[in-house]
T-cell receptor
Framework: DAGVTQSPTHLIKTRGQQVTLRCSPI?????VSWYQQVLGQGPQFIFQ???????GRGNFPDRFSARQFPNYSSELNVNALLLGDSALYLC?????????FGSGTRLTVV | KNQVEQSPQSLIILEGKNCTLQ??????????LRWYKQDTGRGPVSLTI?????NTKSNGRYTATLDADTKQSSLHITASQLSDSASYIC??????????????FGKGTLLTVNP
């Protein structure tokens, strides 16, 4: 049974560019959450989606957006990248009880 | 404000020794508390999960305790191994109603196990 898969695993972008990160949840999990983890810090909540609807949003600027597809996979988009957006972006899929994290996408903005 | 505080920030121990990591939280309404192990550059991996009514949960050499009255949890690692070197993150789940659960993360304790 596949876990949470994220792509790409690593990414280097230039300031001002746009990036799309992808996440496929565990089969049967309808909720997907996105987190940003800056080096040395705990993950910070960005978005939660459940059944294709946004259920929660963290304290992130409008440059960050996301969506969930009918198959429950999800994309996180970040526009006008800043150096400070460099981080590990984690996706977690969940049921009412458990969360499972993917291995993350390491985004470096230069 | 919902917060999760972990201590110590970092810890160095010798292989074979035991250690205990602490987590204090102010999240309410509380749903459950989880401990995760996160290797550098990887996603967190769940070690234990405890609900309000559970006081202790074990997973091999990892034992977590929860005192819901004082809002404190600890993770005890027995007979540490080099592979235990990682960041250990305490995560408290806030029940926002229905199927909406929000996780509040601590900053983690960075554990280094030396030979």
């Amino acid at each position: 049974d596949a876990g949470v898969t994220q792509s790409p695993t690593h990414l280097i972008k230039t300031r001002g560019q746009q990036v799309t990160l992808r996440c496929s949840p565990i089969s049967g999990h309808k909720s997907v959450s996105w987190y940003q983890q800056v080096l040395g810090q705990g993950p910070q909540f960005i978005f939660q989606y459940y059944e294709k609807e946004e259920r929660g949003r963290g304290n992130f600027p409008d440059r960050f957006s996301a969506r969930q597809f009918p198959n429950y996979s999800s994309e996180l988009n970040v526009n006008a990248l800043l150096l400070g957006d460099s981080a590990l972006y984690l996706c977690a899929s969940s049921t009412n009880y458990g969360y499972t994290f993917g291995s993350g996408t390491r985004l470096t903005v230069v | 404000k919902n917060q999760v505080e972990q201590s110590p920030q970092s810890l160095i121990i010798l292989e074979g020794k035991n250690c205990t990591l602490q987590c204090n939280y102010t999240v309410s309404p509380f749903s459950n508390l989880r401990w995760y192990k996160q290797d550098t550059g990887r996603g967190p991996v769940s070690l234990t999960i405890m609900t309000f009514s559970e006081n202790t949960k074990s997973n091999g050499r990892y034992t977590a305790t929860l005192d819901a009255d004082t809002k404190q949890s600890s993770l005890h690692i027995t007979a540490s191994q080099l592979s235990d070197s990682a960041s250990y993150i305490c995560v408290v789940s806030l029940n926002s109603g229905g199927s909406n659960y929000k996780l509040t993360f601590g900053k983690g304790t960075l554990l280094t196990v030396n030979p």
